[in-house]
């Protein structure tokens, strides 16, 4: 009777856990790190391993090379980048729980690059791009991702 | 001894051709797709609609989600909820993703379907499914080299790598080589 119920538990767990994939490297770390945290002191993790989870709210079209993870705070994402091939996340997981692992890499751009960069990925996404809403230099966090594991 | 070469060249050239038929029509069709990535997406169908409903009268989550079926008459609960701003909200469904200008009621409906067979087709050539895709891959690859070393010893004579093959292959050759030196600051 006992192992009945705990092979119930089992199977119920099984079956109402959603489908999970994995991509790139096997996560290492132990503990999390909010992206509040990371967005709040961007300066004290530039380099440095963290694991972050959340919901993804973007997932680049063409290439899969980066998904935009929701932060635990409103209003905030966080990019995770990898490089072109190395990983190929699909579009359908859009809206899927993520956990992730990467080095979080903090750089200053400048306005003109950032314009370029913007009309850039407006001619990929087939979009329209307004240079005139870059006021200036801004600081681009994201996490150069190595691994992940996505949950629907 | 050298037609006994001439003949294995011929017989590995033959059978490794077939063999690899498959998989270079892949490759091609998927490169041509992938080649102009910049003009179109080869993996995926996205369908970009506006629609427009009545602005937002809600503030937090839950009565932004409710609001949003109503106006939108959606029976489906979203699987995820996201602003990235304070006046955007966006509500994620299986392959299709609302993204709401709350003040104005401008809605944003993304729909994703991947072309099928293309999408396979891209997924193998840049290697998605690593593992022993990876190896297939390398074995492929090496295939090619082998066909197009053994394909220069198929013939003998006038049309052969002695004859006009010699001055074809050079303009083969030619091409990446120039490509390289004149627009090398591309790269």
Request: hydrophobic letters at 45%.
């Amino acid at each position: 009777m006992k192992y009945s119920v705990v092979l119930l538990l089992v199977l119920t767990l099984l079956v109402t856990a959603g489908e999970q994939k994995k991509y790139g490297k096997p996560l290492t770390l132990k503990e999390k790190t909010l992206i509040s945290t990371i967005l709040a002191h961007p300066e004290k993790f530039a380099g440095k391993r963290v694991q972050v989870e959340g919901t993804i709210v973007g997932v680049c079209e063409k290439r899969g090379c980066w998904i935009n993870i929701a932060g635990d705070k409103e209003f905030e994402s966080l990019r995770f980048k990898v490089e072109d091939g190395v990983i190929v996340f699909p579009m359908e997981i859009k809206g899927h729980h993520v956990i992730a692992e990467g080095i979080v890499s903090v750089k200053k751009v400048s306005k003109e690059d950032l314009i370029k960069q913007g009309e850039q990925h407006a001619k990929e996404e087939g979009t329209t791009f307004d240079p005139s809403t870059v006021k200036g230099d801004r600081t681009i966090i994201q996490l150069n991702g190595e691994g992940a594991i996505v949950t629907e | 001894m050298l037609s006994s070469w001439r003949r294995w060249n011929k017989i590995l050239h033959r059978d490794i051709g077939y063999v690899s038929v498959a998989l270079i029509v892949v490759y091609g069709v998927s490169g041509l797709a992938i080649n102009h990535i910049a003009d179109w997406n080869p993996n995926y169908a996205v369908s970009k609609e506006f629609i427009h409903v009545e602005p937002f009268v809600s503030a937090s989550r839950d009565s932004i989600i409710v609001e949003a079926l109503e106006k939108l008459q959606l029976s489906e609960k979203p699987k995820n909820f996201f602003r990235p701003d304070p006046e955007t909200a966006q509500l994620f469904f299986q392959n299709k993703t609302y993204s709401i200008d709350l003040p104005t009621g401008n809605v944003l409906v993304e729909s994703t379907t991947r072309r099928p067979v293309l999408y396979q087709m891209n997924q193998l050539h840049v290697n998605a499914p690593k593992g022993i895709w990876t190896y297939i891959a390398d074995l492929f690859a090496l295939s090619m080299i082998f066909m197009g070393i053994s394909g220069l010893f198929m013939l003998k004579g006038k049309t052969g790598l002695a004859g006009r093959g010699k001055w074809l292959v050079g303009v083969g050759a030619l091409i990446p080589l120039l490509y390289w030196i004149f627009f090398s600051a591309s790269f």
